[in-house]
């Protein structure tokens, strides 16, 4: 039973359950469950708690047994208001309104759009690389206007992501792509939501990465972020300017995350088969930086390095509207990790041209 709720934040509720083995810590989605109130019964998924896992720290409302959600406004028995299925045949499956359907007022300017314009977009393994790099473009270049594309790799819902919640009025928007949904603007593809960043949130820099929290089973090919490459690769076929956050750490503990994580070597090195820019933060400690100079020195057959200064760039990290977190870790646990990521930001803004481009005008 509900005993409290703790806080709430754009799509989501936090709450505090009773149960027979005793309290525990509730996430529950209105959209999906319904709101729930102190008293009610819930019904709760406990796997990811029962687990232990880093993101999952949640049990997972389910439903409310003894007070349903109220039926949808729209008429759900046409496709007037939209009929992608996200999290398709689960029983939460929401039916959505496509950024590119036909019942979107947005459908004839996506029907026409077929480029990106060569707009930079900078691609990430982990969802708590975003606040980091928006720190690094909007250094540099504080009137970009950025877009975030989810992919569907980690949590589905965007309404998971406090991150998102907190920089509300810092991006363009967010679009949710694939089974990922809860963004501004929903999206079948990573190529519709590339494509609709530029021709219908009017963004001068892409960013591209999956939500909360990732699937990793310590395997050259056994990770969310294999999509990464995937998605450098759309980004291209799109006519778009690829930039690759690397995954550096000094921080982590694993093995296959240090230095250089095996992630963005998988994803780069193996999955990408059209070349990016791949910046380096230019002046990391001695050791790391010859560690992560021979990690990368296979990639340079395909890939630019771009060796990025950091001058002021921590004052734009320290200065992110959202708290900084990877793996429990916080920017002076894990500084090579977010200045890494905020160079592929500053590089991006490098690219734009020096005044308004088309998609800023």
């Known amino acids: 039973?509900?005993?409290s709720v703790r806080r709430e934040w754009r799509g989501a509720i936090e709450l505090v359950v009773g149960t027979p083995d005793g309290m525990v810590k509730a996430l529950a989605y209105p959209e999906l469950v319904g709101t729930p109130?102190?008293?009610?019964?819930?019904?709760?998924?406990?796997?990811?708690?029962v687990m232990g896992l880093g993101t999952g720290g949640y049990a997972l409302v389910v439903a409310l047994p003894d007070r349903l959600p109220p039926d949808p406004a729209q008429d759900g028995t046409t496709r007037d208001s939209g009929h992608l299925v996200k999290a398709r045949y689960t029983p939460l499956q929401p039916?959505?309104?496509?950024?590119?359907?036909?019942?979107?007022?947005?459908?004839?300017?996506?029907?026409?759009?077929?480029?990106l314009d060569d707009m930079p977009v900078v691609l990430a393994d982990l969802h708590s690389a975003l606040p980091a790099i928006l720190a690094g473009i909007h250094a540099d270049r504080p009137d970009a206007r950025v877009a975030y594309v989810m992919t569907d790799g980690g949590?589905?819902?965007?309404?998971?992501?406090?991150?998102?919640?907190?920089?509300?009025?810092?991006?363009?928007?967010?679009?949710?792509?694939?089974?990922?949904?809860?963004?501004?603007?929903?999206?079948?593809?990573?190529?519709?939501?590339?494509?609709?960043?530029?021709?219908?949130?009017?963004a001068d820099i892409t960013i591209v990465a999956q939500g909360p929290g990732n699937?990793?089973?310590?395997?050259?090919?056994?990770?969310?972020?294999?999509?990464?490459?995937?998605?450098?690769?759309?980004?291209?076929?799109?006519?778009g300017r690829p930039i690759g956050?690397?995954?550096?750490?000094d921080g982590d503990a694993r093995p296959r995350h240090r230095g250089i994580s095996h992630h963005s070597l998988t994803a780069y090195g193996k999955v990408a088969l059209v070349p990016a820019d791949l910046p380096v933060p230019a002046d990391l400690p001695a050791d790391l930086a010859k560690e992560v100079t021979e990690a990368l020195a296979p990639l340079t057959?395909?890939?630019?390095?771009?060796?990025?200064p950091t001058d002021g760039l921590d004052a734009a990290l320290q200065a992110s509207p959202v708290p900084l977190s990877t793996m429990g870790r916080g920017l002076l646990e894990d500084h090579a990790y977010f200045i890494s990521a905020a160079v592929?930001?500053?590089?991006?803004?490098?690219?734009?041209?020096?005044?308004?481009?088309?998609?800023?005008?």
């Open 301 to 308: 057959t395909l890939h630019r390095i771009v060796e990025v």
């Open 37 to 49: 109130v102190p008293g009610d019964r819930v019904l709760l998924n406990v796997g990811a708690l």
């Open 1 to 3: 039973m509900v005993s």
């Open 245 to 249: 956050s690397l995954r550096i750490s």
């Open 215 to 239: 699937l990793g089973t310590g395997s050259t090919w056994g990770f969310s972020g294999v999509a990464l490459g995937e998605a450098l690769n759309a980004t291209v076929t799109l006519g």
């Open 344 to 361: 592929a930001g500053r590089h991006a803004a490098s690219l734009l041209p020096t005044s308004s481009g088309p998609a800023s005008s």
């Open 155 to 202: 949590a589905l819902p965007a309404w998971f992501s406090r991150t998102l919640a907190g920089l509300a009025g810092h991006l363009a928007g967010t679009i949710t792509t694939g089974q990922a949904f809860g963004g501004d603007l929903e999206a079948s593809t990573v190529h519709t939501g590339l494509l609709a960043t530029r021709h219908v949130l009017n």
């Open 95 to 115: 039916i959505l309104l496509g950024v590119d359907e036909e019942a979107s007022p947005h459908h004839a300017v996506m029907a026409a759009a077929d480029t």
